[in-house]
């Protein structure tokens, strides 16, 4: 079962606008990770942020982590064509061993030039 | 320093039939992680791998088993195969531990006929 659900579940922008992706669930967790997976290929890591976490930055990616509303968010500045991917949170539940993620259905992004 | 590799690429089986994917992890990884992918939704976890041994397990029948090798590469056999076993299958390498990052591999496309 999903454990994460993404929305919107489709974002249009244009080159040089910023992209907000969010991302819900349902039971405590020891981290979320986010994903980028580009049509027909592998996914690609992008951020982990830990439950004690709130915010993490990564180049132009920002990432903010509400456990009281079990609520995640994906801020994509500036777009550019090349991030047109499909994208993805994840939630790892285990504590101690880590790696079974439980994946949303994803947020499909098309960033036109 | 090569990431993870799957083959094969693409496989067409018939219902019935058994399959055999694998998986060599990213160097230095010990954990193998397999998911599936269907057309349009997010990964679902089948198993994870360690020391050779299953250590967690998604909500998939047994006709879903797997392996690791004492260097760290797996395999993953599904049986009896049924149209709805059509999917990209994923498999992602890390380090065992908590909030460890998974690297995947681009997968192998299944397609039952």
């Known amino acids: 079962s999903q454990q994460g659900e993404e929305d919107p579940q489709a974002l249009s922008i244009q080159e040089g606008e910023n992209a907000t992706m969010n991302c819900s669930y349902k039971t405590s967790i020891n981290n979320l990770q986010w994903y980028r997976q580009n049509s027909g290929r592998g996914l690609v890591h992008l951020i982990l942020i830990r439950s004690n976490e709130r915010e993490k930055h990564s180049g132009r990616l920002r990432v903010t982590l509400d456990t009281s509303k079990k609520s995640s968010s994906l801020l994509i500045t500036a777009s550019r064509a090349a991030d047109t991917a499909s994208y993805f949170c994840?939630?790892?539940?285990?504590?101690?061993?880590?790696?079974?993620?439980?994946f949303g259905q994803g947020t499909e992004l098309s960033v036109k030039p | 320093d090569a990431g993870v590799t799957q083959s094969p690429t693409h496989l067409i089986k018939t219902r019935g039939q058994q399959v055999t994917l694998r998986c060599s992890p990213k160097?230095?990884?010990?954990?193998v992680s397999w998911y599936q992918q269907a057309l349009g939704q997010g990964p679902q976890f089948i198993f994870q791998?360690?020391?050779?041994?299953?250590?967690q397990r998604g909500n998939f029948p047994d006709r879903f088993s797997g392996h690791q090798f004492p260097n760290y590469s797996s395999e993953l056999n599904v049986n009896a195969l049924l149209l709805g076993d059509s999917a990209l299958y994923l498999c992602?390498?890390?380090?065992?531990?908590?909030?460890?990052?998974?690297?995947f591999g681009d997968g192998t496309r299944l397609s039952i006929l």
């Open positions: 791998y360690y020391e050779e041994e299953e250590r």
């Open positions: 994840a939630t790892d539940r285990t504590y101690n061993q880590g790696g079974k993620l439980i």
């Open positions: 160097s230095g990884h010990d954990t």
């Open positions: 992602a390498s890390s380090l065992l531990g908590s909030n460890q990052p998974q690297h």
